[in-house]
């Protein structure tokens, strides 16, 4: 008998950022940016899960969908769920870096680059490593600007990097008054 893998997929809408929520059995595995289809959701399901079905389940949700209300009210600035995560050990260590950039603030490629023993030449292994990872939020890639301070890529788009990073921004300000 083949056993089967069971992903579970909710929608997760709040006032600024809408999106999938994608759980393995051992965690959060991916966070879609999109909502009108599926494409991105399956396309990262074949490439990392052939095998396995997709269960719409918001109680199976439900407490990743809670951290995710709380980032979006303000008042989380971390989560502490259990994930799913799997890449190359090279994107492994860029993703744990992402952990480190605080929030309300941001990093650029070559601080990433520095952070993890490496030259300015590594800034676009790292922003590729950064492109690919499939927890944005999470794993804040959306912390991450150019070398200049620019905003660059994000797989949700600009405005939606720029709605994050400024959401941040709101609630880091508060925290501190």
Known sequence: MILVATLYIDKFESAIWSGFLVVSEIGLAYVSHY????????GWQTKNYPDAILV???EKL????????????G????FDFPVDLNGSPFQMRVWDALLDIPYGQTASYLDLALKLNRDHRSSQAIGG????????IVYPCHRVVG??????GYAGGLDIKKTLLN?????AFQNYK
């Open 147 to 152: 070398n200049d301070g620019s905003l660059t």
């Open 167 to 171: 959401h941040e921004l709101e609630h």
């Open 56 to 58: 719409s389940d918001s």
């Open 129 to 136: 490593a950064v492109g690919a990872n499939p927890l944005s």
């Open 35 to 42: 909502t009108k289809d599926l494409k991105d959701v399956t």
């Open 75 to 78: 008042e989380r600035f971390k």
């Open 62 to 73: 439900a407490p990743y969908a809670k951290q995710f209300r709380e980032y979006f009210n």
